[in-house]
Nanobody, 125 residues
């Protein structure tokens, strides 16, 4: 699976953005997808993820209630809807995939074998 994240940009605090992760190359519906972000000078962290069917999602505490992950397997795309954005959400956002038909979502990046290039999200105060 090859992944490409898009949709980043500059937004004011309190605003919204929707990121997309488009996949190609294999049967995307067999893959769980995670979103990660890396802010300047900080380690990459798990933002949230969705299992292969879209029936299970998981979020980091820092984004819970503000971010929502969904997927459209017919279009081989996973979405990260980000609302009520804060300056601390500024980071490069990456999507990653792991082959899994499990109902679980895992947060450790070591579990994800396929990564796309990131997209920069900048939230101004």
């Amino acid at each position: 699976v090859q992944l490409q994240a898009s949709g980043g940009g500059l937004v004011q605090a309190g605003g919204s953005l929707r990121l997309s992760c488009a996949a190609s190359g294999h049967t995307f519906s067999s893959y769980a997808v995670g979103w990660f972000r890396q802010a300047p000078g900080k380690e990459r962290m798990f933002v949230g993820g969705i299992n292969w069917s879209g029936g299970t999602t998981s979020y980091a505490d820092s984004v819970k209630g503000r971010f929502n992950i969904s997927r459209d397997n017919a279009k081989n795309t996973v979405f990260l809807q980000m609302n009520s954005l804060k300056p601390e959400d500024t980071a490069v956002y990456h999507c990653a995939a792991r082959f899994s038909k499990s109902g679980m979502v895992v947060g450790g990046e070591r579990y994800y074998s396929m990564w796309g290039q990131g997209t920069l999200v900048t939230v101004s105060s």
